[in-house]
């Protein structure tokens, strides 16, 4: 029979069992959910199945027979193309979208071929997107492409190489609603042409959509395999879990009349547009918009990037802020959404990223005081939940989920006032989202302010006070808490009934 099989594999980092003797299969024409919190072992066992990482123990069969895969070359003769978590590690942002789109074509001839033909690259370029129904100019430098662009490119290259085995992992995270369902129509054609699908997401509603079987892990165990169908999405939680999600809902009011953060007319240099808002005391405002509605452009100027003009006041005093420096010294803060490549810094220690921004605090006559940070560091991790080893450990070895806890914890200090967070849920497991969530909420409640960028509607729904809604650059509509429901967020965000719903 058609079917990939990793037998009994486990593997080690430093001493660190990471994953213990996972068996797991996915067949041809399945889509083979993977699931489990952040650190579960998820993304280690498909970087052995992409050749990116060796094996300790264990055997992988294709079609019955047992198969090597020492390099990311082996893994592609034997037809398994990968769409990896850390999207801007993948990509060359020099070159453009159609060379990017090449690099797979040269790198599984072994460099042979010798002449470039950079017409025929463009053109093979435009017919790959065509057939993916993707709209993108390809002679575009990947450097200045979204993340959802840069998704979408790494999506078609893997397709392009006619692949067997696909693996996915957290493929959707940065994509819009249109996006996702572009990309649910590609794999199902992929599916019903015989290729075996391995899908990584922390969406259940999309893992009961599009998977036929799902498996979970916890700790680097296998749980359980089992049809999708069979199971609820409660069931699938506790699984990976271990026990059950409690839910706790917590309605705070806003009692503070005072306004913390003003903003008048700023203008928005990428999008052009000019906007306006308020947020008091102790007021959780949700800024709601499709992704491309101008949300990380507008929380980035609002943090004084990229030379925005208007005027800012905190606490009713008129700040000077053009640049994000004077932004931190007023006390903003943003927690930007492309983690990666602005929030983190891999290749330092756990310990490091989170005391960066408070640095201050840790030096004593230039001197960076290693024990304090380390104390202050632990405090984080614990409050936080971050799953490492210790707080020396350098970030990069950490599962794209916990690197993600770390980088909006640097920034949750006593001496800052004002945050803006822009999709900090990305990425981020089932537990670890409640968690964020109730982090935020009780710095609301010491009478922070907060703007939550994100297009998760219903996260919005279940944290904020007030709700602006963003459509085109500019905000359209405002909803209290109470008012507010996904179909008439929905509705002015997706640019419909504007004239009825603005106020
Ligand atoms: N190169 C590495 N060196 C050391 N430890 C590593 C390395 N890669 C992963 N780990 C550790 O292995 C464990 C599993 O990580 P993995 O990335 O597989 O988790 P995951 O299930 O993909 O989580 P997420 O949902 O957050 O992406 C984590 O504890 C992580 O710190
Ligand atoms: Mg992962």
Same mark, same amino acid.
């Given at each position: 029979?058609?079917?990939?099989?990793?037998?009994?594999?486990?593997?080690?980092?430093?001493?660190?069992?990471?994953?213990?003797?996972?068996?797991?299969?996915?067949? *041809?024409?399945?889509?083979?959910?993977?699931?489990?919190?952040?650190? +579960?072992? &998820?993304?280690?066992?498909?970087?052995?199945?992409?050749?990116?990482?060796?094996?300790?123990?264990?055997?992988?069969?294709?079609?019955?027979?047992?198969?090597?895969?020492?390099?990311?070359?082996?893994?592609?003769?034997?037809?398994?193309?990968?769409?990896? !978590?850390?999207?801007?590690?993948?990509?060359?942002?020099?070159?453009?979208?159609?060379?990017?789109?090449?690099?797979?074509?040269?790198?599984?001839?072994?460099?042979?071929?010798?002449?470039?033909?950079?017409?025929? $690259?463009?053109?093979?370029?435009?017919?790959?997107?065509?057939?993916?129904?993707?709209?993108?100019?390809?002679?575009? #430098?990947? +450097?200045?492409?979204?993340?959802?662009?840069? !998704?979408?490119?790494?999506? *078609?290259?893997?397709?392009?190489?006619?692949?067997?085995?696909?693996?996915?992992?957290? #493929?959707?995270?940065?994509?819009?609603?249109?996006?996702?369902?572009?990309?649910?129509?590609?794999?199902?054609?992929?599916?019903?042409?015989?290729?075996?699908? $391995?899908?990584?997401?922390?969406?259940? #509603?999309?893992?009961?959509?599009?998977?036929?079987?799902?498996?979970?892990?916890?700790?680097?165990?296998?749980?359980?395999?089992?049809?999708?169908?069979?199971?609820?999405?409660? !069931?699938?939680?506790?699984?990976?879990?271990?026990?059950?999600?409690?839910?706790?809902?917590?309605?705070r009011?806003v009692t503070s009349t005072n306004t913390l953060f003003e903003v008048k007319?700023i203008?928005?240099?990428?999008?052009?547009?000019?906007?306006s808002l308020t947020v008091q005391e102790g007021e959780i405002v949700g800024v +709601?918009?499709?992704?491309?509605?101008?949300?990380?452009?507008t929380a980035r100027a609002l943090f004084g990037a990229?030379?925005a003009?208007g005027s800012w006041f905190i606490n009713g005093k008129r700040k000077k802020i053009t640049s994000p420096y004077h932004a931190l010294k007023q006390g903003l803060c943003l927690v930007p959404?492309?983690?990666? &490549?602005?929030g983190?810094?891999?290749?330092?220690?756990?310990?490091?990223?989170l005391?960066l921004p408070s640095l201050q605090s840790?030096?004593?006559?230039?001197?960076?005081?290693?024990?304090?940070?380390?104390?202050?560091?632990?405090?984080k991790?614990?409050e936080?939940?971050?799953?490492?080893?210790?707080?020396?450990?350098?970030?990069?070895?950490?599962?794209?989920?916990?690197?993600? &806890?770390?980088?909006i914890g640097k920034w949750i200090s006593p001496d800052r006032n004002v945050y803006l967070f822009d999709?900090p849920?990305?990425?981020?497991?089932?537990?670890?989202?409640?968690?964020i969530?109730q982090l935020i909420q009780s710095l609301a409640e010491q009478g922070k302010g907060i703007l939550y960028f994100?297009?998760?509607?219903?996260?919005?729904?279940?944290i904020a006070d007030r709700?602006l809604?963003?459509?085109?650059?500019?905000?359209?509509?405002?909803?209290?808490?109470?008012?507010?429901?996904?179909?008439? $967020?929905?509705?002015?965000?997706?640019?419909?009934?504007?004239?009825?719903?603005?106020?």
């Amino acid at each position: 029979m058609c079917q990939l099989f990793m037998k009994n594999i486990s593997k080690s980092f430093d001493d660190v069992s990471v994953l213990k003797s996972v068996s797991f299969s996915v067949k *041809a024409g399945e889509v083979h959910a993977l699931l489990g919190v952040n650190g +579960a072992g &998820k993304s280690t066992l498909m970087k052995i199945l992409a050749g990116d990482y060796q094996k300790d123990d264990g055997t992988i069969e294709i079609s019955g027979k047992e198969v090597s895969l020492e390099s990311p070359l082996d893994a592609k003769r034997h037809g398994i193309g990968v769409v990896v !978590q850390e999207v801007d590690t993948a990509l060359f942002p020099t070159l453009t979208v159609a060379e990017n789109l090449a690099i797979d074509t040269y790198t599984s001839t072994g460099f042979k071929m010798s002449r470039v033909s950079w017409q025929s $690259i463009k053109k093979q370029a435009k017919e790959i997107l065509n057939d993916m129904n993707i709209e993108l100019e390809v002679n575009k #430098p990947v +450097a200045q492409c979204s993340l959802s662009e840069k !998704q979408m490119i790494l999506i *078609a290259r893997a397709v392009a190489g006619n692949v067997r085995y696909l693996i996915l992992d957290e #493929p959707t995270a940065p994509l819009s609603e249109k996006e996702t369902n572009t990309l649910f129509e590609i794999i199902k054609k992929l599916r019903d042409k015989g290729v075996g699908i $391995i899908y990584i997401s922390h969406r259940m #509603p999309e893992i009961k959509k599009i998977s036929d079987r799902f498996t979970v892990m916890r700790d680097g165990k296998l749980i359980i395999t089992e049809k999708t169908e069979t199971a609820s999405t409660e !069931q699938i939680i506790q699984q990976m879990l271990g026990k059950s999600l409690q839910q706790t809902e917590r309605k705070r009011k806003v009692t503070s009349t005072n306004t913390l953060f003003e903003v008048k007319d700023i203008t928005i240099p990428d999008t052009g547009k000019s906007i306006s808002l308020t947020v008091q005391e102790g007021e959780i405002v949700g800024v +709601a918009g499709l992704v491309g509605a101008g949300k990380s452009e507008t929380a980035r100027a609002l943090f004084g990037a990229g030379e925005a003009k208007g005027s800012w006041f905190i606490n009713g005093k008129r700040k000077k802020i053009t640049s994000p420096y004077h932004a931190l010294k007023q006390g903003l803060c943003l927690v930007p959404e492309e983690r990666r &490549k602005e929030g983190i810094l891999t290749e330092h220690s756990v310990a490091h990223n989170l005391s960066l921004p408070s640095l201050q605090s840790f030096t004593r006559f230039g001197w960076l005081q290693l024990k304090k940070e380390a104390e202050y560091a632990n405090r984080k991790i614990d409050e936080l939940g971050v799953v490492t080893s210790s707080s020396t450990r350098l970030l990069k070895y950490l599962s794209g989920g916990n690197q993600q &806890k770390v980088s909006i914890g640097k920034w949750i200090s006593p001496d800052r006032n004002v945050y803006l967070f822009d999709e900090p849920t990305k990425g981020i497991d089932v537990k670890a989202k409640k968690e964020i969530f109730q982090l935020i909420q009780s710095l609301a409640e010491q009478g922070k302010g907060i703007l939550y960028f994100t297009s998760e509607l219903e996260e919005l729904l279940h944290i904020a006070d007030r709700i602006l809604v963003m459509y085109d650059g500019e905000f359209t509509a405002s909803f209290t808490g109470a008012e507010a429901t996904h179909e008439k $967020i929905m509705q002015v965000a997706t640019g419909g009934m504007l004239s009825e719903t603005n106020g």
